[in-house]
Nanobody, 127 residues
């Protein structure tokens, strides 16, 4: 299964970007998904997660109130709306998918919970 991110780029501080993640197959329709970000020399950090049912979302404290995660099963996509961007949001962003399971409300925060990863997309916020 391939996950493909899109929507990254360069934006000024205070601006917005919307990242999208499209799965190549519908086998992930019953999988929780998430977004992480990574800076060189650092761990890959949890940003947001959404249950496969879509009813449960969680966010890292650093993005709470600014970022919104959502998913569209009909389009087989997940999105991350990022508002009020700050220079410290600059990173490579990755979407990830857990394995399909029966728990429609579960979300996951750790990289080891996810078995499928996108290739990453750069987000740069200038001051």
């Amino acid at each position: 299964v391939e996950l493909i991110e899109s929507g990254g780029g360069l934006v000024q501080a205070g601006g917005s970007l919307r990242l999208s993640c499209t799965a190549s197959r519908r086998t992930l329709v019953n999988a929780a998904m998430g977004w992480f970000r990574h800076l060189p020399g650092q761990e890959r950090d949890f940003i947001a997660a959404i249950s496969w049912g879509g009813g449960t979302t969680e966010y890292a404290d650093s993005v709470k109130g600014r970022f919104t995660i959502s998913r569209d099963h009909a389009k087989n996509t997940m999105s991350l709306q990022m508002n009020s961007l700050k220079p410290e949001d600059t990173a490579v962003y990755y979407c990830a998918a857990h394995r399909p399971d029966l728990n429609s409300g579960a979300v996951y925060h750790n990289t080891y919970d996810y078995g499928f990863w996108g290739q990453g997309i750069q987000v740069t916020v200038s001051s």
